[in-house]
């Protein structure tokens, strides 16, 4: 079976932020048809790094090694981008309408921060 593109490791020395690095997979995952929970977990591990998978190893220790793709997703992203809510809220509240942009951006660079600060219930 071919695959569609491909996926570097994780820089740990000199990373990209840790989301873009997850969204990559993730198109990488939906480019080759991968759906399947094992799989998708199977192939975060194959590509991430030698790196990663010994601070992945580090971290979960303690934990369950059988963590669902989701879950490992998460802990990679809460050690290599933790957020501060107090921080990000600060950012929030600090934003402002620049001149430049439309109506249209500024609310949606306020929906991206404001996902950020936990205030995702109330942009319905």
Not at 21 to 29: G, I, S
Not at 44 to 61: D, E, N, W
């Amino acid at each position: 079976m071919s695959t569609t593109g491909s996926i570097g490791e994780f820089d740990v020395p000199n990373p990209i932020p840790w989301d873009n690095y997850a969204e990559q997979l993730k198109f990488f995952l939906d480019a080759n048809e991968i759906t399947n929970a094992e799989k998708k977990r199977a192939v975060l591990l194959a590509v991430c790094g030698i790196k990663t998978l010994g601070i992945l190893r580090s971290l979960l220790a303690t934990e369950s090694p059988t963590k669902s793709y989701e879950d490992l997703i998460k802990v990679l992203k809460e050690h290599f981008a933790p957020t501060s809510e107090i921080y990000r809220r600060f950012q929030f509240h600090k934003r402002f309408h620049h001149n430049y942009e439309t109506v249209s951006s500024y609310v949606t660079e306020l929906r991206r921060l404001a996902e950020e600060c936990n205030f995702v219930a109330t942009l319905t």
